[in-house]
């Protein structure tokens, strides 16, 4: 079975995790999410074509602040911790995903609304950092799972190659 240190220097050794490759992977992140929050508007009766512009900068925003915060903590929080893959590893993530999530969420919120691409209502700020973080945590929950079983995947291939 893998180690958690060995899958780590997969992840941050993988071709996906330079800038360039990552950039790109947000982009598109970022885009499914702004379809997610636009199908969200449209079946709640909230939906205006001129609002899709903002909700990309939502998204785009809330892919690239999650990526921060996963950076963030494997520089910080993982050396400290045996296998950054475990339990309760993951549980020391929860708290960088919803700060990014609401960061992200409000100053994009807040940015396209000074842009005139979003109207909404900025004075419950702290509304708006719950509803950011939740959703980032929504969106790391599923990423993070599909991440470990790729790099577990990944893993074997290498060390099947090796031997």
Same mark, same amino acid.
């Given at each position: ?23 790109? @992977? ?14 969200? /508007?449209? =079946?709640?009766?909230? !939906? ?11 998204? /785009? ?9 996963? @950076? ?10 045996? /296998? ?8 020391? @993530? ?20 000074? =842009? ?12 708006? !950092? ?15 799972? !599909? =991440?470990?079983?790729?790099? =577990?995947?990944?893993? @074997?291939?290498?060390?099947? /190659?090796?031997?």
């Amino acid at each position: 079975m893998a180690k958690g240190c060995e899958l780590e220097i997969l992840l941050l050794q993988s071709p996906g995790e330079r800038p360039l490759r990552g950039t790109v @992977r947000n982009f598109l992140m970022g885009s499914g999410v702004t379809v997610l929050i636009s199908c969200w /508007n449209f =079946l709640w009766g909230d !939906f205006q074509l001129i609002n899709v512009a903002g909700y990309l900068l939502v998204g /785009n925003a809330l892919s690239f602040f999650g990526w921060g915060a996963e @950076r963030l903590w494997y520089s910080t929080i993982s050396p400290m911790l045996g /296998n950054p893959f475990s339990w309760y590893a993951y549980l020391t @993530r929860i708290p960088f995903w919803y700060f990014a999530g609401g960061t992200g969420y409000v100053v994009s919120m807040l940015l396209a609304k000074k =842009l005139g691409l979003l109207m909404l209502n900025d004075i419950p700020v702290k509304q708006l !950092f719950d509803t950011g973080g939740l959703i980032e945590c929504g969106i790391q929950v599923p990423l993070q799972i !599909f =991440l470990y079983q790729s790099l =577990l995947k990944r893993y @074997r291939e290498v060390a099947t /190659n090796a031997s």
